[in-house]
Each structure stands twice: as structure tokens, then as C-alpha cells.
């Protein structure tokens, strides 16, 4: 079941008018397929920060388009820890996971006041059999799914703390950038354990590493603000991995 103090508006979405639309819709839609989708986004719902969009275990039923807001994915590990998979932005889907085994494989929750446009999978299957460019669509959104996990591995598989967190500021920054943002100046909505989680390092490292790349004029830290002051010095200890492992 989904969490009970989840509140639902029944709204109307206008697709075309969403600031998101570049980022959630596949160019090349006729106004007669916008309208399909349109008909097909008919709800919005309102996640409460802390609240779960989704718990692991829950039936599959729907994908979810972020407006507006932040989430965090976990699973929980045999022992009881949990582990961070992923954060989720404006412009992109959440609950693919739910597809192969039509059951959520983690929790989803809102790490700020969230909204989100749902999509019911059956009736999205039912309009992209009839609309080759949606279709195409989820099929690109579910292999840059596949590959941001395969960049999650190299991460946690390869890299040393420094490379790793450098690699998961220059990503925030590029996504904040594909949504009008600023690239260089945003406030990180995760705490920093979360981030250690997801990265597979200790808060202490966490720290200490953004603590050392404030140092060295890489970054200024002011709580959660971060402003990425020297972005080629960030590319040039991702790039220091990559040349020690040719």
C-alpha cells in the first residue's frame, strides 16, 4: 500500500504548457498525440517531503514524471542497511523498476515537497503501440536508465572517494544545467550521508572530501549550497582515473 498521508489532486495537466516538457516528451509529437498524452497524464500527486511515493513491495501500476521537487530511491539490504540508488530530479521518470517483476524493487521518497504527473502504465502501453515516437521514447528512457546504473558500478567499482564524489558533482551540475538552472550553483536537497550511501563512502569521507576541494578552490561550501568554482579542476580527477586505468 502506498503511504497513507500521501494527498492526491485530481488536476488536469497540460503537457504542452509544462516547463518539463523537453525533458519528459519526445520531440516530434502531432497535437493529436499531445492530446492523447494529455489524456493519459490526468493526475497529479503531491508528495510531502519524507513521505514515500512508493514502497518496495508495492504493486506496479504506474510510471511517475517529476514537476517539481527531489526524491531519493533505497533499497534495504539482508543485515537491515539501508542503500541509496539513486536521486531523482524535475523532468524524469521514476518506477521503472516496477516493470520486469510488476512489483516496486525499492522505496521512493521526497526529499522536498514533490510533484508528480502519473502515468498508468497499462494505458501507456496502449497509446505508444499507436504512437511510434512515444514508444521510442520510454525505450531510450529505460536504456539511459540502464547505462546511469552501469556508471553507478564504475563508480563504486573503480574509483577512489575523490573521483567519486568529483564525477557525482559535475552530473548534478549537468542535469541542474538541462533544466535552466544554474550549473555552477545549486543546493544539494540530499544530506551528505546520503550521498555516502549512494556513492558507497563513509559520511566522514563525504566530508572530508568536500572539506579538501573547498580547500583547494574547487568548490565553496556554504551548508547545503554548493558553488563549483573550478569545474576543470573536477573534470581533471575524473580524468586523472581515467588516465591511471588505460
Known amino acids: 500500500m502506498n503511504a497513507p498521508?500521501?494527498?492526491?489532486?485530481h488536476l488536469k495537466i497540460a503537457c504542452a504548457s509544462c516547463n518539463m516538457r523537453e525533458l519528459c516528451l519526445p520531440f516530434g509529437l502531432s497535437s493529436g498525440d499531445l492530446e492523447r498524452l494529455e489524456a493519459l497524464v490526468s493526475t497529479r500527486?503531491?508528495?510531502?517531503?519524507?513521505?514515500s511515493l512508493f514502497r518496495a513491495g508495492d504493486k506496479f501500476k504506474s510510471l511517475y514524471a517529476v514537476r517539481v521537487g527531489f526524491l531519493k530511491s533505497t533499497v534495504v539490504s539482508t543485515d537491515g542497511r539501508e542503500q541509496v540508488t539513486g536521486f531523482h530530479m524535475a523532468g524524469?521518470?521514476?518506477g521503472l523498476d516496477g516493470i520486469s517483476s510488476?512489483?516496486?524493487?525499492?522505496?521512493?521518497?521526497?526529499?522536498?515537497d514533490t510533484d508528480v504527473c502519473v502515468i498508468p502504465y497499462e494505458r501507456l502501453e496502449e497509446v505508444a503501440s499507436s504512437v511510434p515516437t512515444l514508444r521510442n521514447h520510454f525505450h531510450k528512457v529505460m536504456s539511459r536508465e540502464i547505462v546511469r546504473e552501469h556508471g553507478v558500478m564504475l563508480l563504486l567499482g573503480t574509483m577512489h572517494a575523490e573521483e567519486r564524489l568529483s564525477a557525482f558533482l559535475l552530473n548534478l551540475s549537468q542535469r541542474f544545467e538541462a533544466r535552466g538552472y544554474s550549473r555552477s550553483d545549486f543546493v544539494l536537497r540530499m544530506t551528505r550521508a546520503e550521498i555516502g550511501s549512494y556513492?558507497?563512502?563513509k559520511l566522514e569521507t563525504v566530508s572530508r572530501a568536500l572539506s579538501r576541494f573547498a580547500q583547494d578552490?574547487?568548490?565553496?561550501v556554504n551548508q547545503k549550497r554548493i558553488q563549483i568554482t573550478d569545474p576543470d579542476g573536477l573534470r581533471a580527477i575524473v580524468a586523472g582515473h581515467v588516465?591511471?586505468?588505460?
Open 217 to 220: 578552490g574547487l568548490i565553496d
Open 243 to 246: 588516465a591511471c586505468h588505460k
Open 92 to 94: 524524469e521518470l521514476v
Open 5 to 9: 498521508n500521501l494527498s492526491v489532486s
Open 199 to 201: 556513492l558507497g563512502l
Open 102 to 112: 510488476e512489483a516496486h524493487a525499492c522505496e521512493t521518497v521526497a526529499l522536498e
Open 45 to 51: 500527486k503531491k508528495i510531502r517531503r519524507g513521505d
